[in-house]
């Protein structure tokens, strides 16, 4: 019977050890790794207790083994720490290395040396390059290791290119390999080496002809890990959408994550490319203007009063630290006021490019509390057309040039952001506001023939527009009186109905302008009308008691010109950092 207990005993050891050793490695490299890692099972337990003595002691055999058992653990755990070493995070080259001075951190860069080496641009890389040997400052987009190699994606605004190590200890080491891979995403580098041409185009990379073999890396600024993955803030809104409705798994970066780490939203291809149109709007208008004899005036933003009747202003105390100084103040709402006495003051022609707020309470895709306003004003000698041909040949010039000069930006919008191209007519399209109310009548609508269109019979008139006339792009004119600001010339024929003129992209207003009124009597009727104190503007009504010449002029939504020539669905993604009612930072 006790021969029979010992043979279960064995049995039930030989079944716990087996089942230790799951994984085919051999059970004594299971037995010793649970004693490594402080985790003994029974089956352990049980194969010491069979090796002691009556007494309770461990037999001579017994020791020797678990002494080279205990031994060969301490080898394995010095192995194990020297590969934990080795996998150690590279900021420098070993001593030993035979290319160690070309990689490492480079350390802080405090304007130590002018070295009189040149940055190369990734952008200007093509076939012809081959052979070249450049230097780029730009971010590590993706890397990828591979045995004796790595692959990174290198990254300066919108341009993107491949660059490439293999191991030969002439160029490259393998401490040099797993350096560059060790770098995180978004890292600042400097990388050396030739332009070379690859066996097949890299379709991953805007500079898809050629690729860099790498002979020098250093990081400049290493990234600390990102709010969010670049590759799902890069993905076009259509596929997720897609993805969703066939119940795939994806992630997507909304919107209030993007606007929280702006800084890091801004590095998209979408976003680099919409803001460098951004500027390119700004540049044609100017360049527009000024070949038309413009000048570029700038006017406060800290003013007295309200500076139009109807809409809300951001009050401040001014100087509110020195009571003898404090008075009421505002935030400009527009520039429209210093335009006109501008005119007034014999500059003829002038535009500005500056900063409006308006402290509306409103959440839609179209409106921010501040935004930039490109505004312009003029002489006419008879009729607020005059303005009307300036903006036309102005926005037709505009198109054009975006069309021309941001082609490779467009095509990085329409990845992410699939839009129809703009369509317009050259001239462009006049309607009378009284033509657009017949348009919306004759198509079911019912609207009020001396008020304001609504957002939604704005949308439904550029339909009507764009079916009839083909364009996305056209001038309504001869508005109500009702949905002026006081200022705008009553037009001489019918008191009702005014000498001003909105502008339509995509059938969303981006213009408002008008002839002004120049007659300082009329221009305080209107005032008191619209319930303004004079008191508020009386330097602005008195710059028209001297002789005023007829004038007129608009202001435009720089941000609403940009998101609708685009296609875009929320004016958010044209304002770099948005200020709505709830939105103040960053």
């Known amino acids: 019977m006790e021969e029979a207990a010992k043979a279960m005993e064995a049995m039930h050891v030989q079944e716990e050890v087996q089942e230790v050793s799951a994984e085919p490695r051999g059970s004594d490299v299971r037995i010793e790794t649970a004693t490594r890692t402080g985790k003994t099972d029974l089956a352990t337990r049980r194969l010491e207790q069979q090796q002691t003595t009556s007494d309770g002691q461990m037999s001579k055999s017994a020791l020797k083994k678990l002494a080279a058992k205990e031994a060969k653990a301490q080898k394995k755990a010095e192995r194990s720490g020297k590969r934990g070493q080795q996998a150690q995070l590279i900021t420098q080259p070993p001593e030993d290395d035979p290319v160690k001075d070309r990689y490492g951190d480079t350390g802080l860069i405090r304007s130590q040396e002018v070295s009189g080496r040149t940055w190369d641009r990734i952008e200007q890389l093509d076939a012809k390059s081959e052979g070249k040997e450049v230097l780029l400052r730009c971010r590590l987009q993706t890397s990828r290791g591979k045995g004796k190699s790595a692959f990174l994606v290198l990254r300066q605004g919108c341009a993107t290119v491949q660059a490439v190590l293999f191991v030969d200890d002439v160029n490259v080491s393998k401490t040099m390999v797993k350096y560059a891979t060790q770098i995180p995403k978004e890292s600042i580098l400097d990388v050396g080496g030739l332009v070379s041409i690859p066996e097949s185009p890299i379709q991953s990379c805007s500079q898809s002809e050629v690729e860099i073999a790498v002979r020098s890396i250093r990081c400049v600024s290493r990234a600390d890990p990102l709010p969010f993955e670049l590759s799902d803030a890069v993905r076009p809104e259509m596929v997720t959408e897609e993805e969703a409705e066939e119940g795939q798994q994806f992630a997507r970066v909304n919107q209030d994550t993007r606007l929280d780490n702006r800084f890091i939203d801004l590095r998209t291809p979408a976003n680099q490319a919409i803001f460098r149109i951004q500027s390119g709007v700004c540049a044609l208008f100017r360049e527009s203007l000024m070949s038309q004899k413009f000048v570029e005036i700038h006017t406060p933003k800290l003013i007295g009063g309200a500076s139009e009747g109807g809409a809300s202003v951001f009050k401040l105390e001014y100087m509110s630290d020195y009571p003898s100084l404090k008075q009421p103040a505002c935030l400009a709402q527009s520039p429209q006021l210093y335009k006109q006495m501008a005119i007034c003051a014999d500059l003829e022609k002038v535009f500005e490019i500056g900063p409006v707020f308006r402290a509306e309470n409103s959440f839609t895709h179209r409106h921010l509390c501040e935004f930039t306003g490109l505004d312009m004003e003029m002489q006419i000698n008879e009729h607020y057309f005059e303005v009307l041909d300036v903006l036309d040949n102005l926005f037709v010039t505009m198109f054009d040039g975006l069309n021309e000069r941001f082609a490779p930006e467009l095509t990085a919008v329409q990845q992410q952001y699939p839009f129809e191209p ?92 008008a002839q002004r009124i120049h007659d300082p009597k009329l221009l305080a009727e209107r005032a008191e009308a619209c319930g303004i104190e004079i008191d508020t503007i009386a330097s602005y009504i008195d710059s028209f008691r001297y002789g005023a010449p007829p004038h007129g002029g608009c202001g435009v939504g720089l941000e609403r010109v940009v998101m609708l020539f685009l296609g875009l669905n929320n004016i958010r993604k044209t304002s770099m950092f948005p200020r709505d009612p709830k939105r103040l930072a960053p």
């Open 422 to 513: 703009l369509e317009y007519l050259r001239p462009s399209l006049r309607l009378t506001f009284e033509e657009g109310i017949k348009m919306l009548q004759d198509a079911g609508f019912d609207v009020d023939p001396l008020g304001d269109l609504s957002t939604e019979t704005e949308r439904e008139l550029g339909r009507l527009v764009k079916d009839k006339y083909k364009t996305d792009f056209y001038m309504l004119h001869r508005y109500p009186m009702a949905a002026r600001p006081f200022y705008t010339m009553p037009t001489a024929d019918d008191p009702r109905y005014t000498c001003s003129f909105d502008i339509f992209i995509r059938g969303e207003e981006i213009i408002s302008g």
